[in-house]
């Protein structure tokens, strides 16, 4: 199974993205699925995550509001959509398919530059 996080960018402070995060060779529907972030000399952090098959949803309080996880059509998608970018929202961004605790799945992350 690999996972396939795409949809990085450059832009400017205040716009919007859209990450996609997309399995082959299994689909989403038993798992919950994380983003997480990583800036330059900083720790990985927790974004976003959905249930897939209910979807419930969280997220990190400095993107609440301003972040929507959401399930694609197939069970094998899933999008982070990401609005009024900000400058600290810079970092590589990665999806990560769990079961309970356990992470299964990572993938290979997607760069998100947001300039002021």
Known sequence: VQLQASGGGLVQAGDSLRL???ASG???SSYAVDWFRQAPGKEREF????VYSDGITS??????????????????SLYLQM???KPEDT???YCA???GREYKYW???SQVTVSS
């Open 83 to 85: 609005n009024s970018l």
């Open 26 to 28: 299994r689909t989403f």
């Open 59 to 76: 997220y990190v309080d400095s993107v609440n509001g301003r972040f929507t996880i959401s399930r694609g059509n197939a069970e094998d």
């Open 47 to 50: 974004v976003a995550s959905i």
């Open 97 to 99: 398919a769990r079961l």
């Open 20 to 22: 996609s995060c997309a």
């Open 91 to 93: 970092a590589v961004y």
């Open 107 to 109: 993938g290979q992350g």
